[in-house]
């Protein structure tokens, strides 16, 4: 008898023919009968959702619609701590550097921009103009979040995502995101450059000496290992070449947390859009989803990440006949369990992530992550 993991790969590849009636039968025989008893009928789904979203957990306050003025307990919170475990002024390394201190000249020049002059961002001014409203806690310093965009657009130019929107407008939501969670300048900045070295000319060299070697750094831990090294280009098998970025992606996340979640709000906004991606694709990136971002999520105790990242990956893993009957959230639930421990097998089975104690260094960022939560709660109370 197959178990339920593989029943759920099944499940999946076979809706993409469009031929689910076997798989479905295979499923009521063996497991939806059991869904049903264990988790009642579908109107337990809100109470589900509850569960997944665990007690005391809210979602978080929408975005403003223009930026407001900021309270000065707030903006000493942006300003001196915005990344708790990090001292203070650290998370504004870019604001000191040459993208927070060149005039417009002698920025273009540094940049490398063509002929000296600045991209136009009048095609992707919609969103350009809500991530200056999310940013609106760095108001001091919208000038390095602005540089970035211009450097994040020259380098993308010309590049599209699988909708045809300009490549560029994935790099700005996922700094949206981020900003979203109040991460701190140099987080930003490095989710609007996370993809430059990976998919462009420019180099981890060029982004420290126009941003500081904490953007640098942020940004080498979110950047595919296998387009870096020898050994990694190397491999010819793809499942080889994954795992080597895996565990470099892990290993580089346990050095600094906001490598994390900028990853974290990467793959989000992959998984908003991955409806545009050919049906192997969309199976592959929602398995991964739930095996290793959505547990990544719970452990540094990102709620809302975690929540939204599990409902599209079950979007993409189910058929609507099933989503129908049960709701994402029940079908959440259960996938999440069908995987749970994937993330930790990995952690704690792979020599080099188990003698450099991985496993822990990611769970000390649950603590993290809290006092970040914790500083901006009491920020916005005074």
Request: glycine share 6%.
């Amino acid at each position: 008898m197959a178990n339920h993991q593989e029943i759920l790969i099944s499940f999946a590849f076979e809706s993409e023919t469009g031929d689910v009636t076997g798989v479905m039968v295979s499923l009521e025989r063996r497991t939806l009968l059991l869904l049903a008893a264990l988790l009642g009928p579908r109107e337990c789904s809100a109470a589900w959702m509850g569960h997944l979203r665990g007690p005391g957990r809210h979602a978080e306050p929408a975005a403003p619609s223009a930026a407001p003025a900021v309270a000065p307990s707030v903006m000493q919170a942006a300003l001196c701590c915005c990344s708790p475990g990090l001292a203070a002024g650290d998370g504004l390394e870019s604001a000191r550097s040459a993208a927070g201190t060149e005039s417009a000249e002698g920025w273009a020049r540094m940049a490398g921009l063509p002929h000296g002059e600045l991209p136009s961002l009048a095609p992707i001014a919609e969103h350009v103009t809500d991530l200056h409203h999310a940013t609106w806690y760095l108001e001091q310093n919208s000038l390095v979040v602005q540089r970035a965009v211009q450097l994040a657009a020259s380098a993308h130019e010309g590049q599209l995502r699988k909708n045809g929107d300009p490549f560029i407008t994935h790099p700005i939501e996922t700094a949206r995101i981020l900003a979203d969670l109040r991460m701190d300048l140099d987080t930003i900045v490095a989710g609007l450059l996370h993809d430059v070295v990976e998919d462009t000319d420019v180099s981890l060299e060029t982004i420290e000496s126009l941003f500081g070697s904490s953007v640098a750094a942020i940004v080498r831990g979110d950047t595919k290992a296998s387009k870096m090294t020898d050994y990694a280009a190397a491999l010819e098998h793809p499942d080889e070449r994954r795992e080597f970025n895996q565990r470099s992606m892990l290993l580089a996340m346990s050095d600094d947390w906001r490598i994390a979640v900028v990853k974290l709000a990467d793959r989000l906004h992959n998984m908003r859009t991955l409806e545009h991606m050919p049906r192997h694709k969309q199976v592959r990136i929602a398995r991964e989803t739930i095996q290793i971002f959505v547990p990544l999520a719970n452990r540094i105790g990102i709620d809302k990440l975690e929540y939204e990242l599990l409902l599209l990956a079950v979007d993409y893993l189910f058929p609507q006949e099933l989503k129908g009957l049960f709701g994402l959230e029940l079908l959440g639930h259960w996938a999440r369990v069908q995987f749970w421990g994937v993330l930790d097998d990995f952690l704690l089975k792979d020599q080099v992530l188990s003698e450099l104690d991985v496993y822990t260094k990611l769970k000390g960022h649950r603590q993290r992550w809290k006092s970040h939560v914790d500083y901006w709660a009491v920020a916005f109370a005074e």
